[in-house]
């Protein structure tokens, strides 16, 4: 079985394979260590992991353990989850360097000509 | 100044801001419409409300009370009086209005017809508003999911910009374009894909993304937002919406070109160009920011230095669009005065569903109820006739004391008039009121005489005649009042009031005596001013030691 993970998924994943057997509540410090994240977005994470087979849990103190080797993680890419109603509209409300929108190839080609132009004629 | 009225102005300065845009955007600093745009933020979200000092409806509510003989004037707050004295000025003629819409808003139908449209905003608002929530809330927790960033060249970038905020730099690769996070703790976020090898690169970024962090950018976005969720209905401010945000990115490349020098511009734009191309972002459709990039490559090619003269123009555009936004504020109110009479003068005689003499048959069942209450019964109910009069108004004393009556609720005032067992006519000293619409006894009451004297008197004369008529008639029944000062004295203070809205621009037809209110120890006139094109204006004196203190408010 391959799941495609996202880089933070793997950040969870990575602690389980080193540490086997692990309590949720000490992977969110482990991780609160080496990546600053706060306990609540560790749960988040964990979760996400649960939800796509790659943790398997058990009570009592939500024990972790992986259902997955390491070569079955696969990377997530990007491009397959921008076409939702929320994602991809980080301009809306944050400061990005780009708008959402896709460009088409003949208007970006006309850009450079005009940065290229431009720049020659100074 | 009402809130539609706001959205209306706010709109016009969005046109005249884009206009100014395409016409000036290569020639004067990017800066400037982002200050342009902060003025039209002003203009939507500020009422512009002058604080005006305790309404003469607060002292109407003091002074009037219960209407009986024994009330007087030294009730009254003198410091509050102080305050009223400039009644001449268009801040207290707004004051009235809003005192006079708060009013109508109490009547029923009105708030009713109000309710609906107020619904729909609100719903509007709330719907976009939570749209903008989930996605803050989605898109942080998402950030919130990052990874510290190993990289040298940031960490001696961070070395050197230092702010009194920490600012942290980490990787993501949940984002597709670099963005900057969080206005106390800001956070640039880096797409994991992007071109780590072009360190040029790397560097107009950060310095891109640490001018939106020193500009505070990220708060001037969400104030956007917050604006675009109260407008959402208003086009307009759709189009701001989107072109300030591209301004905002426009002003930042600015700031980087000079930064770094004219000479980095070409590197600068495909730093851009190509960060568009790696973004993964499928096409979506989204005809307005379609070719933002384009115009934000333009805005970094084509502008020079600002000149001199740039700068002069640009000063110039914020002082002159600063000044239309804070004069149109009183161009709003006198529109706001005329929208109103011309309103209120559409309730006639012929609109009332009761005719006079149904009202009347209504009155006199009310009378002899409320007779044999206290009386017994009453042989001659055929000796008492019934004179009907038609007001499209009752002046704000019977709208506060009874809650009915407000402009447009017309209302039957019904004068009992027996004739009595001499044969003699008197006017007996009973009214009511009987709602024009519904048929409904809004009010019986008890008046002394010489009100209704005062009354009859003024319905039969018109003009400065009837003025003067009128008190002639007070000065017999108030022989220490003296005629001759009471007189001129009011009709020179009729004048001055209807000198007060002169600012309506309307040229006055006739002043008409309405009625003089029943104050039992001191003088309140009425006084309808017929404006040419048939708007009627209603004024209202109060007289407090010979001074003219308070007046007005409208109906038609």
């Known amino acids: ?122 | 100044m009402s809130f539609l009225q706001m959205s209306l102005a706010g709109a016009i300065m969005v046109l005249i801001v884009t206009v100014t845009r395409a016409l000036f955007m290569h020639r004067i600093p990017k800066k400037t419409f982002v200050v342009l745009w902060g003025l039209v933020i002003c203009r939507l979200l500020l009422p512009f409300d002058v604080a005006a000092p305790t309404s003469i409806f607060a002292i109407g509510r003091h002074v009037q009370g219960p209407v009986g003989p024994s009330m007087t004037f030294e009730a009254v707050d003198r410091s509050v009086l102080e305050n009223m004295r400039d009644i001449y000025s268009w801040h207290y003629a707004q004051t009235m209005i809003e005192e006079q819409s708060a009013a109508a808003e109490l009547a029923a139908p009105v708030l009713a017809g109000w309710s609906l449209v107020t619904t729909v905003w609100l719903a509007g608002a709330a719907l976009l508003g939570l749209f903008f929530a989930v996605l803050y809330v989605r898109q942080r927790r998402k950030f919130l999911m990052s990874l510290p960033l190993e990289n040298e060249l940031i960490a001696e970038w961070l070395q050197r910009h230092k702010l009194r905020r920490r600012i942290r730099v980490r990787v993501s690769d949940r984002i597709a374009t670099p963005l900057t996070y969080g206005v106390f703790s800001p956070v640039i976020l880096l797409p994991k894909h992007m071109n780590w090898a072009d360190e040029k690169g790397l560097s107009h970024i950060l310095a891109h993304e640490l001018i939106h962090i020193k500009r505070f950018d990220g708060l001037k976005k969400l104030l956007l937002a917050a604006v675009l969720c109260v407008h959402w209905f208003n086009p307009l401010v759709w189009l701001m919406y989107m072109l300030f945000n591209r301004d905002l990115e426009i002003s930042c490349d600015e700031g980087v070109i000079r930064q770094f020098g004219e000479e980095a511009k070409p590197q600068y734009a495909i730093t851009l160009i190509s960060a568009q191309e790696q973004g993964a972002y499928p096409p979506l459709h989204n005809a307005f920011s379609k070719y933002a990039i384009e115009e934000r490559i333009h805005a970094i090619m084509r502008s020079r230095r600002a000149s001199f003269f740039g700068i002069l123009v640009a000063f110039v555009l914020v002082a002159g669009i600063a000044m239309v936004f804070a004069t149109s504020a009183t161009a709003e109110v006198q529109e706001e005065m005329s929208a109103r009479i011309i309103v209120l003068t559409d309730v006639s005689e012929d609109d009332a569903l009761i005719s006079a003499e149904e009202a009347a048959t209504i009155g006199r069942v009310a009378f002899s109820r409320y007779f044999a209450a206290f009386a017994g019964d009453w042989d001659d109910w055929e000796d008492i006739t019934f004179l009907m009069t038609f007001s499209p108004w009752v002046n704000p004393h019977t709208l506060r004391e009874w809650g009915v009556g407000a402009n447009g609720a017309p209302v039957w005032q019904g004068l009992v008039v027996v004739d009595n067992e001499a044969g003699m006519e008197h006017i007996f000293p009973f009214s009511f009121f009987v709602h024009a619409e519904t048929g409904e006894v809004l009010r019986l009451q008890y008046t002394p005489r010489t009100a209704y004297a005062l009354l009859m008197e003024a319905v039969r004369l018109d003009g400065d005649e009837a003025i003067r008529a009128l008190f002639r008639t007070w000065s017999e029944t108030h022989p220490g009042l003296g005629l001759g000062k009471y007189d001129d004295m009011f009709i020179g203070l009729a004048a001055q009031a209807v000198e007060a809205f002169a600012f309506l621009d309307c040229e006055i037809v006739a002043i008409y005596v309405q009625g003089v209110r029943a104050m039992a120890s001191g003088p309140a006139g009425t006084v309808v001013v017929e404006y040419a094109g048939g708007d009627f204006v209603k004024l209202e004196f109060l007289l407090v030691e010979r001074e003219l203190v308070a007046v007005q408010y409208i109906l038609g």
């Open chain 1, 1 to 122: 079985m391959r799941i495609k993970l996202f880089d933070s998924e793997l950040q969870v994943m990575d602690v389980i394979w080193k540490e086997g057997e692990i309590p949720a509540k000490r992977i969110a410090e482990v991780l609160k260590e080496q990546i600053g994240w706060n306990k609540n977005t560790s749960y988040t994470v964990i979760k996400k992991c649960v939800e796509k087979g790659a943790i398997e849990r058990s009570e009592p103190h939500f024990i972790c353990r992986a259902r997955i080797s390491k070569g079955e993680a696969q990377n997530f890419e990007v491009d397959e989850l921008v076409n939702k109603l929320f994602d991809g509209s980080e301009s809306l409300l944050f400061a990005s360097l780009l708008g959402r929108t896709q460009i088409p190839e003949d208007v970006l080609g006309r850009l450079k000509t005009l940065v290229a132009t431009e720049g020659d004629g100074r």
